[in-house]
């Protein structure tokens, strides 16, 4: 498996809830905007943030799948738009 640490600045006009900065993300989709595979997200102030906990939050879930008998790795996807659809908004995970 593949885990997708994903960063991405927040597009406020598209999402006017969130407060401006970055999201991370772990995914287990290539697709950024499936947001039916995210594993965990959450907001950082700066770019580089998003990114560092991005990359620590799936390197955590690919050593706990490895450690439950799979194989895994970490991509990173750092975009440069907000790939999340304003319907997001409303989603919680585990709801």
Not at 44 to 51: I, K, L, V
Not at 75 to 90: N, R, T
């Amino acid at each position: 498996m593949i885990f997708q640490a994903v960063s991405n600045p927040i597009d406020t006009d598209l999402h006017p809830t969130v407060p401006p900065g970055y999201r991370w993300a772990v995914s287990t989709n290539e697709d950024p905007s499936d947001v039916s595979a995210c594993l965990g997200a959450g907001w950082a102030p700066d770019e580089s943030s998003a990114a560092w906990i991005a990359d620590q939050s799936a390197t955590i879930a690919a050593s706990a799948y490895r450690m439950a008998g799979g194989t895994a790795s970490v991509a990173m996807q750092a975009l440069d738009y907000d790939p999340i659809p304003a319907e997001a908004d409303e989603l919680s995970i585990g709801a």
